[in-house]
């Protein structure tokens, strides 16, 4: 059973990046300790006197509520003195705020400016993000190859979300040409670098066919590999592929049951079905009329897999 391949732009925060100084170094070891109270001692003096790095980490501070009452005016107003002074973490986390409207006024176009001067310093992230506002058409005009360079520069730097969202490119053909192996290397790469949405992509683009010959062996790797790492329709992947004769020693219901614990609706669904039919468990009717009913009372659940649902739940009555 194909799944549609997910596409997803996380919002991550990056941890400061600091000067040499020994007081910044200081305050920066602290923080990544979870020892805020210090972070914020050791920074305040060294912020006070115009120093942008320490600007940025107590903005970051009163941003995330770490250590100090969140205030989001004041991480804004901290963050502005640091990215005026050239600070691209502090320029990033100000277009962050824009595009998101966190504490400021919602202005996609006054994040993409902020991105810009944050990517012209080699900031990975402002690169991934004016990649994807441009190949949507946030903020800016749509200009989709322009969009595919930015990711690019994101990418080649290991940005994993970059490399992800480029390899999508790839599969779709937006801003470039498509060509299913190159998305099959981004896909790779991004999942080296822990990026578990990558993983299960390339499990899906390797049984599909569209690679060749499909290979339901390699394309299990990287669902286990996304499964065990928690990722819910990872799990249902690799249960239909252990259904398949992938891995035949394990139950597919196994994977069913933990993907529908996880909140997967197909994983949901298929374990009914494994539970309505004695396969790999004891058959029982009422367990599977649970999910079933769940699933159907569900607003967010696809209206196909709803009308299965139905379906099974005719033939459970």
Not at 64 to 82: I, M, P, S, W
Not at 243 to 258: I, L, N, Q, T, Y
Not at 266 to 293: C, I, K, M, P, T
Request: aromatic letters at 6%.
């Amino acid at each position: 059973m194909r799944r549609a391949i997910f596409i997803l732009f996380s919002c991550l925060f990056l941890t400061p990046a600091f000067s040499q100084e020994q007081g910044a170094g200081a305050a920066l070891e602290a923080l990544l300790a979870g020892d805020y109270e210090t972070a914020r001692a050791l920074a305040e003096p060294l912020a006070e006197k115009g120093d942008a790095d320490a600007q940025h980490l107590i903005g970051y501070l009163y941003e995330n509520g770490l250590g100090v009452e969140t205030d989001l005016q004041r991480a804004v107003d901290l963050y502005d003195k640091a990215a005026r002074a050239g600070q691209a973490d502090a320029q990033f986390a100000l277009g962050e705020l824009a595009r998101t409207g966190d504490g400021v006024r919602e202005a996609p176009d006054i994040a993409i400016g902020w991105y810009k001067l944050a990517a012209e310093q080699g900031h990975a992230r402002a690169n991934l993000r004016l990649g994807v506002m441009h190949l949507e058409g946030v903020g800016v005009d749509q200009d989709k190859a322009r969009g595919v360079k930015f990711l690019m520069e994101a990418a080649e730097a290991g940005e994993p979300e970059a490399q992800r969202n480029l390899a999508i490119a790839y599969l779709s053909g937006d801003g470039v040409s498509r060509h299913h192996p190159t998305a099959a290397d981004w896909f790779a790469k991004a999942a080296e670098g822990g990026d578990m949405l990558a993983a299960y992509n390339l499990g899906l683009l390797l049984q599909s066919g569209d690679l060749g010959v499909p290979d339901l062996e390699a394309s299990a790797t990287y669902m286990r590999k996304a499964a065990e790492a928690g990722f819910a329709p990872a799990m249902t992947g690799l249960g239909l592929l252990v259904h398949s004769g992938v891995d035949a020693e394990e139950s597919p219901a196994d994977w069913f049951e933990r993907a529908a614990e996880a909140g997967d609706p197909q994983g949901r669904f298929l374990y009914a079905v494994a539970l309505s039919e004695g396969d790999g468990r004891e058959r029982d009717a009422e367990a599977a009329l649970l999910l079933v009913d769940g699933l159907i009372a569900d607003p967010e659940v696809d209206p196909a897999l709803k009308d299965q649902a139905k379906k099974l739940r005719r033939r459970l009555r």
